[in-house]
């Protein structure tokens, strides 16, 4: 009889505490909340958006089939089952509600109010979106570099910008942040935080190093990057060395090219320093200067899309990291899929409106045949097989 009892008990209990339950879940839930499934900009807005692609790509910043991929590979990652207290968020509009998030710049209360979601929840799945996207497309859209990929990039740049052997111009970007609480005096330079990105002529990246602060300098970020010890070590191997195109000189090798913050080597070129400049080497430093200026416009493209950009994040550092890469990919796949859109290149100098502007200081020399392949560079920049028509109007 005592047994029974125990177990009537224990059940009068347990009912009484899912009613209670079920009152506090039905208390917390907002009613702005509550009217997710009618009134949701996801609900109203996003079929409409559909059915006009110029509109669609206009609110996400892609066009609908190419949404339609990325959700595609994403939703495996983000699935969820519903339950019976309530339905659960589907995997379209999770990643609709980040790329609005990426795409605008918008806080999570702004989200909050206009897809009707928690703002814990909405923080909770932007991430997670952010980093399925990661996941899901850096082995297609941002592969590792290989051989042919190098020479696949530096014919690219031969052939857009007139400068002969580049596998790629590297230069560095600060994301800004807002401080960390609690982070104290040494979490200070969390506000310019640093990214290394390495690019090629077609305004997309092929390299992203992404997570240093903002107090290293860009040479000891790049010196320690995977990328040159892979060329260092000769982990990664470039195109052998050739000829310049129409001339019968030595064999140069492929290189990367960056500004006169890096330090000259074989494999990385940079402008000649110095104010008393001969005009072949204004002429090398302004040919140098105009292949380097694709990364300038892409950070300008990248940001000019996705407008989270133009201002601090207000996330923790990981989040960024997680907000960073998941841009540089979509970027490269916008690129791919949807191609040129002038929209996003109004605040980009173009290469028309480029001039030289000498180096004001030398930080580093590089060894003797660095030095070489340099000055063999400029004279072919100066000779009737390498030089534009343009050029000494520009230095």
Known sequence: MDEEKRKLLAV??????????????SVCIHPVVQKRNILGHFNTLFLELREDEEKFFNYFRMSVSTFDEVLHKISPQLRRQDTNMRTCIKPAEMLAVTLRYLATGCTFVDLHYSYRLGKSTIAKFVRQVCQSIWTSLVDEFLPKLTTESCEAVAEGIEKRSNFPHCIGAVDGKHIRIIKPELSGSVCFNYKSYF????????YKFIYVDIGSYGSEADPNIFNLSSLWKSI???WLVLPSPRPLYGTLTLDIPYFLIGDEAFGLSVHLQRPYGGKQLTVTK???NYRICRSRRYIECTFGILSNKFRIFHRPLNVNPNFCIDIVKACVVLHNVIRERDGFNYEDTLEVVGFEDIEFVPT?????????????IRNVLADYFFSDAGSVPWQMSRI
């Open 12 to 25: 009068i209990c347990l009912l009484r505490h899912r009613r209670k339950k079920e009152r506090n879940r």
């Open 195 to 202: 990214s290394l990105v390495l690019m090629d002529s077609n």
């Open 360 to 372: 004001q200081n030398q930080t580093r020399v590089g060894g003797k045949k660095a030095n070489q």
């Open 232 to 234: 260092e070590e000769n």
């Open 282 to 284: 204004r002429v090398f």
